[in-house]
Structure formats: C-alpha cells, structure tokens
C-alpha cells in the first residue's frame, strides 16, 4: 500500500487527509513523504512498517534557503541584525541565525561539534537591517562566520490519530515512527507507534510543535544489556528546536523516554513545556535533557522503574510538581535529578522522588560554566539509599552563589539529607524536615568546603545533626564560617566537625535530650545567650 498512501498524501497539499481504518502493508518504500500543509488524521489507520527497508516511515520535511553573511556582530540581547542582503525576506517570515561558535566548550563536558543558534520571526526590514520579534538568546560574530537563512518549512503539517509499527529490535538504528525536519507548527496527536528501533519520534530544526497523547512502545533489545549501547529514544527534539511542547504522552522501553541531543546542524532547543507525561521501564533516564539552551519547564510528569530520572543541563529551567519512583538499586545512575554541567538558575520545586539510589544530585558543576540561582523548594524525598540532596562543585571553581535549599521534607535515608561541597558562597539551608526511622551513615547537612553558609531552621530526627568537613579536593582546604541556628534534633549524638582551624556559629538550636554541642576539632564562636 506504500504507492497509493504516497500518492495520496501528495496529491493533499494544503488539504486534510483522513485515512479509513484498516491496517495498511507499507514495504515497497520505507517512508511517506508528506507534502506541504496537509493535516492527515488516521482514527484506526494501522501503517505497518515492520518488512519495509529501515528509514523515517513517515517523514515531514521542509528546508532551509541560502546563507546571508551578518554585516556587524548581533549580541545576546538585540533585536536588529545588519546582513549583506535582504533579498527574499519579509515580515512574517521565520529564520535562523547561527554561526561557527561551539556550544560550550570541551574542557567542560561541552559538545565538540555543537554550534549555536537559534530561530526568530522577522518583524520588519529598514534597508539592510532585520528587526525581529524578541531578543537574541546568544552573541553572533562575523569573526565566527553568523549567518542568517530563511525556514522553508511545510506549514501547518499535522499527523494525528493512527498506528505505526516499525521494524523492531535488530536493525541499524535507523528506524523511525515520525520524522519532522524543518517545519513550522508541526502537530503530532493521538499517535500509537510501536517497535521504532531508534526514535518513536524526531523533531528537528522545528519552530513550533505539539506532540500531544502519543502512545510510544520503544524497541528494546534484551541483548543491550549496556545502556550506552541503546540508542532509542521514544521522543527527540534535536538541534534549533524552538516553542515545543510534549504533553500527555505514555513512553515505554527504550534509552530515553524523551531526549534533546546534539547533531550536525547549528542550534539548541529552548522555549520547551514538557508537560503530565508518563514514562516507564528506560535503560536511562526518563527525561534528559542533553546539549539544551534554556527556558525549559519539566512540569507534572511521572517516571516510573526508569534507570535514571531526569538528566537536566540547561541555562533555565524549572523541574516542578514531577513524581519519580522506584528508580533500581542495580543502576548506575540512580538519581531521581541529576544537575550536569551549564546547568544553571534551575528551579526543583514541589517534585516527589521515592526509592532511589540519589534524590538530587550533581555530577560535577564546572567554574567555567557558573550556575547561579540554584534553588531545590519543597520537595519530598523518601527511601533514598544514599544522599537525598548532594550538590558539587569541581576542583579549581571560582565559586557559586545563590543555592538555597529550603522547606524540603526527606524521609529515610542511607547517606546525608543535605550535602553540599565546593566553593558554595553563602548557600541557604533552611526549614528542612527529615526523618529517619533506621539511623543513617551520614548526616542531617553536611558542609564540604563552603563559604558562610546559612543552616537555620531545620529539624533533624533520628540521625547526626550536621558535619563541617574539607572537600576532599583541596579547594578550598576548609569550611569557613558557617552559621546554624534555629535547628533542631534529638540525636544523642551531639553535632560534630573535623573542620580544623574554621569558625563555627550556632545560635539558639535545640537538642533534645540536652546533650551540648561540641566540636571535635577546630574554634567554635557562641554568641552570649546561646543555648
């Protein structure tokens, strides 16, 4: 049925297409090419691809036009570009501007290969200067070869309502449910799409798109024992995707459930609500948000049995009200949140994470890349093997400011309930709440090298209070001027630090029991009235 479902689909231009129910054999052609503008819906169409060749079974393409060199630099910020020439432009019209300038940079975990860019819409032209809705997020040189060329993308394209069944595990990587290239407002809904070996669905270089209420059953190899060696995504964005979202959709299997990645063309996803999905059973994370730009709300999503959470690196972003659960003990990533490099000015707020190895944790936040604004509000942990909260920086940072760890419940962990290491200027820690029923191996708060940090208000039952202690990397050598007040704890330990040579502040904390507070090492400062 290949043929006559092409023909079909061309001869729709600009029209809606509806496909009777029936199950429909596509093995002449891998893929179906859609044409420009048409909305195919397929309430109980069944396109089965499982004996055609591997490719995008069905594939929306459009493409971009030539090249216009920028006459000037165009910085973060601006809303005029000066270019060589305007031939072919107009307001209204979507284009994309990028350049030879890497993502971020090696020696930071960055993208070897990655450039920036990004789209805007051309709001007006005054001889050769485009003005364009909007700011630039990044800075683009004439030193680094910025350009401009025009999206020539199918509009609008919408898929909804009908199955795919790819070909399975097995192949080369190369079988895809939907494939979206180029295109503006692109509409993905009510798609069931089964055995894709690489991705249910890829979107890229797309400004504008919803892929709402999909059903997406990866391809899942028992023989990939090694989740590296996976590479199947339910859901990918990739490269210069921009003002997506990903609602209300069920992935099962796979690596990831959904992905950004990085690609051979220029450009970052940013401006993306991901929004009540479910995702089940990945040899991953659930949600990773690899080589990203910013402006990404993670919100209302449930992840359940996945290898990993959320793998989270972007300049923005918000992670609220998501559940994570039941992550397994035998996986080596563990964590329900995983901060990784450029991630900054993240909000995680409101989110539960049940039976994990790790609640939040960092793998290792560089200088270079100088997260700020780091703020983990009102989440609950519970069941956590390790660490509920572990946040650190690498060795040789320049510091970071503005990490505040507040109104956070934690019950039953292994390791600490809050751990923070590195040159963390003036973090706040306060009104925490943990509980434990089984006396854990670390603390209430532990402080690794952090410069005056505010620990106030929290409660700590049935564990050690808190430890001051060096970094373990050398930079810098101590905790230096930590203030706890207001705490309270009823271990009959009292709280303790290794900190030689750092000034300790307490004022007004409660131990029940009365047990006093001592130090085992280094000078203790107790203001007149303390208890």
Known sequence: ?????????????????????????????????????????????????????????????????????????????????????????APGDVIRISSDQLVRLAAI?????????????????????????????????????????????????????????????????????????????????????????????????????????????????????????????????????????????????????????????PGLSRDVLVIGNTIVGTGHCGIATHETNGNFQIIANTLIGCAGGMDIRVRSGIVQGNEVRDIPASSTIGACVLLRENAGDILVSGNRFVGARYGIRTAGLPSLARPIDIKILDNHFEDIDQHAIELEQLLNSLGMTGLVIEGNSIRNVGGDGIKVSGEFIQPRIGNNYALCDTPPTGYGVRLCGTLKAFVVGNTFIGMVPARCQPDGQGVPAVTRNPLFAGNVWDHSTAFLSNDSGTQIQRRDNTQIGDVDLVIASGVIAVPTGAR
């Not at 079909?8 to 596509?26: D, R």
């Not at 709001?123 to 020539?152: E, P, W």
């Open 1 to 89: 049925d290949s043929n006559a479902l092409q023909t079909a689909f061309t001869a729709a231009a600009g029209q809606h297409l509806n496909i009777p129910p029936g199950t429909y054999k596509c093995v002449a052609d891998e893929q179906i090419v859609f044409a420009s503008g048409v909305i195919c819906s397929g309430y109980g169409a069944t396109l089965d691809f499982s004996a055609a060749a591997e490719g995008s079974h069905v594939r929306v393409t459009g493409s971009v036009g030539a090249n216009i060199t920028l006459t000037g630099n165009a910085n973060a910020g601006a809303s005029v570009i000066a270019l060589s020439s305007t031939a072919g432009l």
């Open 109 to 265: 975990g960055g993208s070897t290969t990655q450039t920036i860019g990004e789209f805007a819409v051309v709001r007006s032209i005054t001889g050769l200067n485009v003005t364009i809705d909007g700011f630039l997020s990044d800075t683009y040189t004439t030193a680094a070869n910025a350009v401009v060329c025009k999206l020539l993308a199918p509009r609008p394209n919408g898929i909804a309502g009908r199955t795919i069944i790819g070909r399975g595990a097995g192949g080369t990587n190369a079988d895809r449910g939907i494939d979206i290239l180029y295109a503006e407002n692109a509409v993905v809904r009510d798609c069931h799409i089964i055995d894709c070996e690489r991705n249910g669905i890829k979107v890229e270089q797309t400004y504008k798109f919803l892929i709402d209420n999909c059903d997406v059953r990866c391809a899942f190899n028992p023989a990939d024992t090694v989740p590296a060696s996976l590479i199947r995504y339910g859901i990918c964005p990739t490269g210069c995707t921009q003002r997506g979202t990903i609602s209300n959709c069920h992935i099962t299997g796979g690596k990831h459930g959904i992905v950004w990645s990085e690609n051979s063309r």
